[in-house]
């Protein structure tokens, strides 16, 4: 079976592009590293004076009493089950039920501090990994798959909370258990001790040993579940696509050959780690038959009496479940440390798009835009502008045409700040955009997209996501504005119909309606159309040409035009090839001129006439 799933991927993997990159032995032959861990610790340090010392103290007292009651035990048999005396065994054995009984409620606060301190840890985590990832720059998303990022803010954040629930404590406490039991045997024989832990170095060799492979292979799961993750999320936000094409079974059986290598990596990563915690019992049977056996050697020759044994099988008993229990642990950190460095490769990524020290707001007055030989280039041998330079006046609207790749688009990531100039100046009012704070920039533009997105939610909390704090009367008054309102009142409940995720249930055109009435909502100094009526049909699209009189009016505007018969009374037309400007001027002046725009012209009418 596993062949064959593995022939069904490599087959389907030839036919069309790899789209994933598999785990190899480079990614993931790294050291254990101890300088992660530190950083997971520092997520403590807000309850270092609330749970953390609650846990650690019942964690101690629990430990204590635990050391305790074996060597009771042992004074027992020796100082009155041997003698008969009735009224010690009596004291004993109420003492030793007192203590069980503070051992239990010494771990019930245990458990209980030590849960709320890593369901606390692991949601200031998430809150700031996902903070962390909100304001990081788009060149950290062109570089990775949706899926990647909700791998990390879902399932590797989620596989810390048993570590800081229980691993770290219990750590600490089996720490504390085996010094405890090292210190009191060796206080009650010397001999028998050496005896017992000659088996320690066997279990040290044997987990150094295996503890390589298992990390290894929990960070091989890791790196695979990331693959699938990536994979559920392009198929199903591709999924029109897919049945569109009838890719189906193309799918499924790519998914075939990634859940047999995930499947196979995780039936890998288990075999390994099951076989630390059966050899920590191996060998603690060793040293229990190492105890009895030298213990009546001693035992014979008068060096040490019955409840001394019997007090070392209890040390000894609670000796091997500490050490098989770091052995499980050590697994789980194994599988932590895969998902650890994964967030932080995510929090160690910086904004390449930030504020200087000195970032002042941006103050607009007038909406007058400049662009001072400004060049920008996405990758060294991907340019994308070259010596851009364009003055627009306050209150002009300006349309950007071309062909695709021309550099239109990236003209407007360039003055919205989602990009930094390589070089050049991009200026508002006289002021450099860079010597600005991001936010006052961004709150003093609207951009409407080609693919609108709406989120989960209300249409009436749609368009209010241009200004949250407008009252409905201002968002009604927005719709209006842009032909909105007369589709949204004929839904089921109005400008309060759940539009579901995305904005499935509208068309593009009412969702491209919908973007355009929070654009205008935000009363933006600056409003930025790209590519936004390209999706609209013929009757809607003259619905939006006359809301547009209301949109543009009195702000400085740059359009994106796909159809050029949007633009004719820009003030300006600038016609882009290669990232540069090769015309420049207003619709009847390119026509005059006859070159590239009228050119565009000529060929967009021939395919709407049909000839």
């Known amino acids: 079976m596993n062949g064959s799933a593995e022939a069904i991927e490599n087959q389907h993997t030839s036919k069309k592009r790899d789209r994933f990159v598999y785990p190899n032995d480079n990614a993931i032959e790294k050291p254990f590293n101890w300088s992660i861990m530190v950083k997971l610790l520092q997520f403590i340090k807000p309850y270092r004076r609330t749970y953390l010392p609650i846990a650690i103290i019942s964690l101690l007292l629990s430990t204590a009493v635990k050391l305790v009651i074996p060597f009771l035990i042992g004074y027992g048999v020796d100082y009155a089950l041997r003698p008969k005396d009735v009224d010690l065994l009596t004291t004993l054995v109420i003492t030793i039920a007192i203590l069980y009984l503070l051992q239990g409620i010494f771990n019930m606060f245990r458990i209980r501090y030590t849960t709320t301190l890593g369901q606390s840890v692991v949601l200031d985590l998430r809150k700031k990994l996902f903070s962390h990832v ?105 999924i029109r696509e897919t049945q569109t094409f009838v890719q189906e079974n193309e799918n499924i059986g790519y998914f075939k050959g990634l859940n047999m290598r995930n499947t196979k990596a995780l039936r890998q990563a288990t075999k390994m780690s099951a076989i630390l915690p059966p050899a920590v019992e191996v060998t603690g049977a060793i040293g229990t038959a190492a105890l009895f056996w030298y213990g009546a050697h001693l035992l014979q020759a008068g060096e040490i009496s019955i409840g001394i044994i019997v007090a070392f099988a209890s040390y000894i008993g609670n000796f091997w479940q500490p050490i ?10 194994l599988k932590v440390m895969a998902s650890s460095e994964r967030i932080f490769e995510f929090l160690a990524e910086k904004p ?5 020290k000195d970032a002042k707001e941006l103050q607009v007055n007038q909406g007058k835009v400049t662009f001072d030989q400004v060049k920008f280039a996405y990758e060294k ?133 919908i973007s355009f009435a929070r654009a205008l909502l935000a009363e933006p100094k600056i409003l930025i159309l790209d590519e936004a009526t390209s999706s609209i049909d013929t009757e809607t699209e003259m619905k939006i040409q006359d809301g547009m009189k209301t949109l543009i009016n009195n702000r400085t505007s740059f359009i994106v035009a796909h159809r050029l018969s949007t633009i004719q009374n820009a003030d300006k037309i600038v016609v882009l090839n290669q990232g540069e400007i090769v015309e420049i001027g207003n619709h009847d002046s390119l026509l005059e001129r006859d070159g590239v725009y009228a050119n565009l012209i000529k060929v967009q009418n021939r395919f709407l006439t049909g000839e």
């Open 352 to 356: 390449q798009v930030t504020d200087k």
């Open 134 to 238: 909100e304001n990081l720059s788009f060149r950290f998303f062109d570089k990775r798959s949706e899926g990647s990022v909700i791998v990390r803010l879902n399932n590797d954040v989620n596989s810390l909370q048993d570590l800081f629930t229980n691993g770290l404590i219990n750590i600490i406490m089996d720490m504390i258990m085996l010094v405890g039991i090292i210190t009191i045997l060796f206080f009650l024989n010397v001999k028998l001790t050496i005896a017992v832990m000659v088996v320690v170095p066997i279990m040290a060799f044997l987990s150094t040993k295996v503890r390589r492979k298992i990390r290894r292979g929990w960070q091989r799961v890791r790196l695979y579940q990331s693959v699938m993750n990536s994979h559920y999320n392009e198929c199903i936000q591709g």
């Open 381 to 513: 041998d991907r340019v994308a502008l070259t010596d851009f330079s364009l003055e627009v006046n306050p209150g002009d609207t300006v349309a950007l045409v071309g062909h695709t790749g021309s550099g239109k688009s990236t003209v407007i990531n360039l003055l919205c700040r989602f990009y930094d100039t390589t070089s050049g100046k991009i200026l508002i009012d006289d002021q450099d955009i860079k010597d600005v704070t991001i936010a006052s920039l961004r709150k003093n533009m609207s951009l409407v997209m080609q693919d609108t997105f709406l989120f989960s939610g209300t249409i009436m909390e749609n368009i209010r996501y241009g200004r949250l704090d407008a009252t409905d009367e201002e968002v009604i008054e927005a719709a209006k504005a842009v032909h909105a309102d007369s589709f949204i009142k004929q839904l089921a409940n109005g400008y309060h119909t759940e539009v579901e995720e995305r904005g499935r249930m509208l068309s593009v055109g009412q969702r491209q309606l």
């Open 324 to 333: 098989s229990r770091l052995g499980q642990i050590y697994n789980q950190l």
